[in-house]
């Protein structure tokens, strides 16, 4: 177990819906990172949060968005849902940003969109 | 960040050795190896990381030659739970963006 958990564990969406995925990040961690992985790829990085502020993001458009709290949790929010956004979304937690910190991740939300 | 190449699958058998070998040919010179784990329906887990040499913890090796182009994970007498997906990362810490490619999938047969 590494302290960081997600919720909800399953989600099923319509197309052109919002949906808004959580993440509680490991106590003394104030970077969330959340990535989406597709089923048999690796994951792919979609943006990372440090201290409240964006810290980097991949290439993905402006309707995956975030938030991440003062307690260090994180939301993510997908606007217009497609068909191909159904993957499962993880997130993970690490002492600080960059490469050589250690990232642990929360076992995923599924997203499934009609 | 620095592309990395890995075989798509491996099969091994419980008690042996596995070696699974990552291509970095244009790895940088701050650059540093990450190998993370991933079971079915969870998210990764970090297994090790290094710069050069060798290093070694409770759950395997990381040999990295002196050129760098390569690492090689090593994980000693695999048994039926080490079938996983095994990632190989390469990046610095400027970089926040860990680029998953698609990993080794093992495959531990008994």
């Known amino acids: 177990e590494t302290g960081v958990t997600q919720s909800p564990t399953h989600l099923i969406k319509t197309r052109g819906q919002q949906v808004t995925l959580r993440c509680s990040s490991q106590?003394?961690?104030?970077?969330v990172s959340w990535y989406q992985q597709a089923l048999g790829q690796g994951p792919q990085f979609i943006f990372q949060y440090y201290r409240e502020e964006e810290n980097g993001r991949g290439n993905f458009p402006p309707r995956f968005s975030g938030l991440q709290f003062p307690n260090y949790s994180s939301e993510l929010n997908v606007n217009a849902l497609e068909l191909d956004d159904s993957a499962l979304y993880l997130c993970?937690?690490?002492?600080?940003?960059?490469?050589?910190?250690?990232?642990?991740f929360g076992p995923g939300t599924r997203l499934l969109v009609l | 960040l620095a592309k990395t190449t890995q075989p798509i699958s491996m099969d091994s058998y419980e008690g042996q050795e596995v070696n699974i070998t990552c291509s970095h040919n244009?790895?940088?010179?701050?650059?540093?190896i990450t190998w993370y784990q991933q079971f079915p329906s969870q998210g990764p887990r970090f297994i090790i990381q290094?710069?050069?040499t060798k290093v070694t913890n409770e759950v395997a090796s990381l040999f990295i030659p002196a050129d760098r182009k390569s690492s090689t994970l090593s994980l000693p007498r695999v048994s039926l739970s080490d079938t996983a997906v095994y990632y190989c990362?390469?990046?610095?810490?400027?970089?926040?963006?860990?680029?998953f490619g698609a990993g080794t999938r093992l495959t531990v047969k008994p």
């Open positions: 290094g710069y050069k």
């Open positions: 990362l390469v990046g610095d810490n400027n970089n926040n963006d860990m680029r």
């Open positions: 993970a937690s690490s002492r600080s940003g960059g490469f050589q910190e250690t990232q642990y």
């Open positions: 244009n790895i940088a010179t701050n650059d540093y």
């Open positions: 106590s003394g961690h104030n970077t």
